[in-house]
DNA sequence: CTGAAAGCGCTAACAT
DNA sequence: ATGTTAGCGCTTTCAG
């Protein structure tokens, strides 16, 4: 089934029938567009979309971009996140009339080539990873490419991400609240990855709001994931317990540090209080259930999808979004 | 740059290119598909899909099904399991030049119209949620379906799961040769899933083989998810606990029975042991970690992508597939 | 408001 | 081994 039977069927040409489905209703009188819908609606007909691409140019068709990693850094490190993401996007482009193709991508060539083979109206891409490659395809600024979790700043692109700095400020200041005064930040900090310094510099505040002191030996450069923690967590020892608080950038993180602790006999939160980032439901599978910051993840998704949206549809709108932060409490941080 | 372009700067006709870039290297000269193969390197060339699939009826798109469920649910329940099916579908089917399309779907209509927008070339079903609805699809036999984790046993489609049987079986017979003789199975188990099914059957062959009797009071029909898991540990008492070891059929489900057992003061294994299934990476990060019935998930996504392509490339080959199980021992099981 | 012609970029089928 | 013709299903453009 195809415009031209259809049109047969109504007995009016193609380019009326392509209107109604178009939604050029004011090219169209009201009679004929119920006639021809009756006929759609009777053959289940729907636009062959490869048809349409080829003339308009337009595919309604968006890359979804995740990374070429190993199994094993998959599992471990983006599992929920990465799923919860992925299916808000997928819904919100759905519902609005769009398609999502998933690809990996390890080199700028090969995005220049989805652009290519299918006529790609946009791309998001999921992780910060992809900062500079971004930079690196051809006319970039003019392929609607949406960048989570990226601070990268670069013109033309939209950015989808949340609060980060205000996140491990509110970690810290409710440690702080709870009568911590000796609280370490446990992640690796550098110009280099922008959002890890949103995240410090989080911290740094609420420590200066309440005139704490910045130290050194309250800084540990971990890799922010679960093996990153793990082995901090096993190097603790008693008596090298200098803080009571810890603040870090991700649950695998933290739940990787509690484990270590726990193999030389130190217990969240009777020998330090701890709190994660991003509020995985992990959290709750833990013992203890992990306190942490939630992103609302899913919201970052959908909101991504919309400023891409806005501007396929021509419209001005922000080209930046944040979702807010919210400390969920549990049972990793005591009351000194 | 187009097909034409090319043809232009080469000097020939627009098939001989076609049949350079098809691989029809028995229709060509050897010195043409130099000349042109030098000449698409040249501009970067890709061909365009939209113009192919219109013209060959060949999209080499395969559409990815994923249900279409709540935020909560993907959280806590798939989590981890899908990214880890998705990502090597996704990479399996990339390498051998095919596209991922990635929808969610909640009835048979959407599949069909999938296919007549996109020209989808197969589909692979990630859950077996989708049984009902694959035969309810018009012409689903000759649609090249995979079904993953499903024993529906429909003609015409292909099937890539675990040897679930042997996996309970596996996980039932390790309880016993640790002295375990009081074993419960903690899921709901009828006709109507038959994966769950299976995985019952594996769990009564074990004890029959060890002569041990099958009991109604060792078998506790709860939903096998985190929250059913949680609900039957909260129930669980001192005196209630009429067994030893405990058989699940989702390291979700028993994560949550260990987190409420917990809550009453019944610890694993000291109390009672308990082994999952799946092999997630949260074993390792809940205390104690868990012990697990692995299924080689993203193993099982490159089968299915690999009897997908030997279908479509007219190639006979198995209708169903099934990776090995094998259990993971940590430290949820105790000898007694 | 409706329609006819031309063409998007490619390949199947048939020449030569 | 290479070229020509016709057409995939739709939209753009231009006429009425």
């Not at 992780?127 to 033309?156: H, Q």
């Not at 009568?179 to 690796?188: D, K, V």
């Not at 901090?232 to 991700?250: E, I, M």
Request: glycine content about 6%; some cysteine.
């Amino acid at each position: 089934m195809t415009l031209k039977d259809i049109a047969k069927e109504c007995g009016v040409s193609m380019m009326t029938v392509s209107n109604v489905i178009s939604g050029n209703h004011k090219k169209v009188s009201a009679a004929t567009i119920e006639k021809v819908n009756a006929v759609i609606k009777k053959y289940d007909y729907v636009p062959n979309l490869m048809a349409r691409t080829l003339s308009s140019k337009s595919s309604h068709l968006i890359l979804l971009v995740i990374p070429t990693i190993k199994k094993e850094e998959l599992s471990t490190l983006y599992n929920q996140y990465l799923t919860e993401l992925i299916s808000s996007i997928e819904r919100e482009l759905v519902s609005n009339g769009y398609f999502v193709l998933l690809h990996s991508v390890a080199e700028p060539k090969e995005i220049e080539m989805m652009y290519k083979t299918w006529n790609i109206d946009g791309a998001i891409f999921l992780l910060p990873l992809f900062n500079k490659m971004v930079t690196e395809v051809k006319d970039y600024d003019k392929k609607n490419f949406v960048l989570i979790d990226s601070y990268a700043d670069i013109p033309g692109v939209l950015y989808s991400r949340c609060d980060d700095e205000l996140g491990t400020y509110r970690a810290t200041s409710y440690l702080i609240s709870k009568g911590h005064t000796r609280i370490l930040y446990a992640a690796e900090h550098y110009a280099k990855n922008l959002l890890l310094e949103r995240r410090y510099a989080g911290y740094v505040r609420a420590l200066k709001e309440h005139n704490l002191e910045v130290q050194d030996e309250l800084y540990a450069p971990i890799v922010p994931n679960y093996y990153g923690g793990l082995e901090y967590g096993k190097s603790l020892t008693r008596d090298k317990l200098n803080f009571t608080g810890v603040v870090t950038t991700s649950d695998m993180c933290a739940l990787g540090i509690m484990q270590g602790a726990r193999e030389n006999g130190l217990h969240v939160p009777e020998d330090f209080s701890l709190i994660g980032f991003d509020n995985l439901s992990v959290c709750s599978f833990s013992n203890p259930k992990l306190t942490s910051i939630d992103q609302q993840t899913s919201e970052k998704g959908l909101r991504a999808v919309q400023m891409l949206l806005d501007r396929l549809n021509g419209k001005e709108g922000p080209t930046v979004l944040s979702t807010e932060t919210e400390l969920i409490e549990r049972e990793s941080v005591r009351q000194l």
